[in-house]
């Protein structure tokens, strides 16, 4: 990943934006639909909407010479050499720049954007195929409902009362999910915008009582180690889970499949270094759960046919605690397919 995907907040300061092709005129719509304040340097004729958001401001002013450090971010459509010269001062100056259809000297770039007002999807192949990412952009507009980012600004409303009432047994990840899967995203979702909002208000007002939830475990086999041989409920409950155990069988590429601030624990045994004891883990999953977590045990092929997970299934289920199995990929299954040969034929 060469550009890292962020989220410029244009409030604070001016953008500019300079030329006057159809490539400027793109970019200043998308600017502008965010709301920027946009100074363009743009020569004479423009033919811009006046009204299309945001706040415009024409310069006659050569760009050559403009301040970078008066603007948020700079974009520039001008064709060499005036694109080269402004990209350079910028960079001088440490202010964002982009050059469209030129990442080698852009500092950032613009993504394939879902605009779904307060949701909001980026992406990105890092400049080398714009196509490709209008394709992917393409298959998400399909995907996402038309009313998501109404659900995102209802949440954003309630946000600030339920931190201020929200009983410290409430796991707040765990509240705001359930609102988005449960009644309220359906509500939402099917358009019955006041019985949306009178449930989200209801789950907040119960949110000051304790909870009494108890965490839980599941033990997940993460396949042969290729991250497309994951289960998609094997992704579904790595995208989920609160801390994730995991051992030296486990790929790096399996690991970033887990959600970003999740915990990560290792419980593997390396060569030269002291493992970690059968008995260990079990009270670690059983500690984790027992504090409200979602915990992953995360184990390389399946977790029944390698290792120990039908111990880790005894201690949870003795402890009460509950536990779910996601099968993985039997390396010996993936191994086998990998090269061709099937493990069974009729003849």
């Not at 946000?159 to 009432?165: C, D, L, N, S, T």
Request: neutral net charge; proline residues 5%; hydrophobic residues 50%.
């Amino acid at each position: 990943m060469r550009f890292l995907p962020v989220f410029l907040d244009l409030a604070a300061r001016p953008v500019a934006l300079i030329g006057n092709g159809p490539a400027a005129h793109n970019k200043l719509r998308l600017l502008r639909s965010a709301g920027a304040h946009v100074v363009w340097f743009a020569g004479d004729a423009v033919g811009a909407d006046q009204n299309a958001g945001g706040v415009l401001e024409l310069s006659n002013s050569d760009p050559a010479t403009l301040d970078p450090s008066a603007f948020a971010a700079i974009v520039s459509a001008a064709g060499a050499p005036l694109d080269g010269i402004v990209a350079r001062r910028a960079l001088r100056a440490n202010v964002p720049v982009n050059v469209v259809d030129r990442p080698g000297i852009s500092s950032f770039i613009f993504p394939a954007i879902v605009d779904r007002g307060d949701v909001v999807v980026a992406i990105g192949t890092g400049g080398a195929s714009p196509v490709l990412a209008r394709r992917i952009r393409a298959q998400i507009e399909a995907l996402l409902p038309a009313r998501i980012g109404q659900l995102a600004a209802l949440m954003r409303r309630y946000r600030e009362k339920f931190a201020a009432v929200r009983h410290a047994s409430v796991s707040t990840r765990t509240f705001w999910e359930r609102v988005v899967d449960g009644k309220v995203g359906r509500l939402m979702l099917a358009g019955r915008w006041h019985e949306a909002e009178a449930a989200l208000e209801q789950a907040v007002e119960a949110s000051a009582s304790p909870s009494d939830d108890i965490g839980s475990v599941s033990l997940v086999g993460a396949g042969p180690g290729d991250p497309d041989l994951l289960t998609l409920r094997a992704l579904h409950v790595l995208q989920n889970a609160d801390i994730v155990f995991y051992d030296d069988l486990v790929a790096d590429e399996i690991l970033d499949r887990v959600r970003r601030d999740a915990e990560r624990v290792f419980v593997g045994k390396r060569r030269g270094a002291p493992g970690i004891g059968q008995g260990e883990i079990n009270r670690l999953l059983i500690q984790a759960a027992r504090a409200g977590k979602h915990a992953v045990r995360l184990k390389g092929g399946d977790p029944f046919i390698f290792g120990r997970g039908g111990e880790e299934l005894e201690a949870l289920r003795e402890a009460g605690i509950p536990v779910s199995v996601v099968p993985g990929v039997t390396a010996a299954l993936g191994c086998a397919a990998e090269a061709g040969l099937p493990l069974t034929f009729r003849n």
